[in-house]
């Protein structure tokens, strides 16, 4: 959808919930997550299912890829709210659409959506366009990060209770941001309440994807490059869990994503599997 104010989502957020409609639209039953309020809110136009960045075959794997992590996130939340979390705060939102889908379950939590100022307001005019409107619960947490601007702080103010414990998640962040500034969220979330739990996702290092995976990830990378948002941090798992401890995080995790493939991929009859590549940090406090 053309964006007339200067405002929207970045390419890379909507590539991500166009993804996952097309996972819905193209692969066959049972839909490891099934979500197209994200293409709804985009509103591409007609002949979106011809981008290059949505042919079927090349990107098959990154369509995969994208629903597991997302699945996994999701199953997550409705495990901590079930055992009696209130609070999920997404970092780096784009077009998360959790309390569009699963209201049963929004219903029972503080969603913090934290975000570019101009990303937010966009979402907000397209969630009231849809006719999905801004719950009470449902906060959109506008920071400008270019001018430095303080997403704790800005959380705090929108209602966010550090005292309570919370689901914090930040997946596709990672790789644009310094490790200095990555373990500098670290410690902030190392520091709530007890019985918190952060899902981190991270890039490995192009020596440890699969061969028939790194074309892609350098597609991916020259993609990052020329649009102004290069990748500049890949991690193994072991520096990713050393940081988290040296953070304060007592429990880590790591997740690889070929466990999220036997998860959430077994047994199809399409052969459907994620790309190798992106693998999850999960830390409690």
Avoid at 119 to 145: E, I
Avoid at 256 to 283: H, K, N, T
């Amino acid at each position: 959808m053309a964006d007339t104010q200067g405002e929207g989502p970045d390419s890379t957020a909507v590539r991500v919930a166009l993804w996952r409609a097309l996972h819905v639209r193209l692969d066959p039953p049972p839909h490891v997550l099934a979500d197209e309020v994200g293409l709804e809110l985009a509103a591409p136009d007609a002949q979106w299912r011809r981008r290059p960045d949505m042919d079927p075959q090349a990107t098959r794997g990154f369509r995969a890829a994208v629903v597991a992590r997302a699945r996994f996130i999701e199953d997550l939340v409705v495990e901590r709210a079930a055992s009696g979390v209130t609070q999920y705060v997404v970092l780096g939102a784009g077009l998360d659409t959790f309390a569009q889908r699963r209201p049963e379950i929004a219903a029972r939590l503080d969603v913090f959506e934290v975000d570019r100022p101009g990303a937010q307001a966009w979402k907000r005019r397209r969630l009231t366009a849809c006719g999905y409107g801004v719950s009470d619960r449902l906060h959109l947490v506008p920071v400008d990060f270019e001018a430095g601007g303080s997403w704790w702080a800005a959380l705090v103010a929108a209602g966010f209770d550090p005292a309570r414990p919370a689901v914090v998640v930040s997946t596709g962040v990672t790789m644009y941001l310094t490790e200095e500034a990555t373990a500098a969220t670290l410690r902030q979330i190392a520091g709530l309440a007890p019985g918190s739990t952060l899902a981190m996702t991270f890039l490995l290092p192009a020596e440890r994807v699969d061969a028939a995976d790194r074309p892609g990830l350098r597609a991916s990378q020259e993609g990052a490059r020329a649009s102004g948002t290069p990748f500049i941090s890949f991690y193994t798992p072991q520096e990713v869990l050393d940081m988290a401890r040296a953070a304060g995080f007592p429990d880590v995790r790591h997740v690889p994503g070929a466990a999220l493939a036997e998860r959430y991929f077994a047994g199809r009859g399409d052969g459907l599997r994620p790309s190798s590549g992106e693998d999850l940090l999960v830390a409690t406090t």
